[in-house]
């Protein structure tokens, strides 16, 4: 996802999405532990989504405050 798609999200919207993918985040990382993982490009895009989320969060944060 965009970061433009990101910030046309609500807030409330951003976070379950951010949680969502944190924990697919760490499915991914115990299937990489058991050798079962067969992209490891799926671990830096699933990383960015969450950077571009919490970056987005930040920004609106700032923004309301």
């Not at 571009?52 to 309301?64: C, F, I, P, S």
């Amino acid at each position: 996802m965009k970061a433009k798609e990101w910030r046309e999200k609500s807030l409330d919207e951003i976070r379950q999405k951010n949680k969502e993918l944190e924990e697919e985040l760490f499915n991914l990382r115990m299937r990489s532990a058991a050798g079962q993982l067969e992209s490891s490009a799926a671990l830096g895009k699933i990383k960015r989504d969450i950077a571009r989320a919490k970056t987005v969060l930040r920004e609106k944060g700032v923004k309301e405050h």
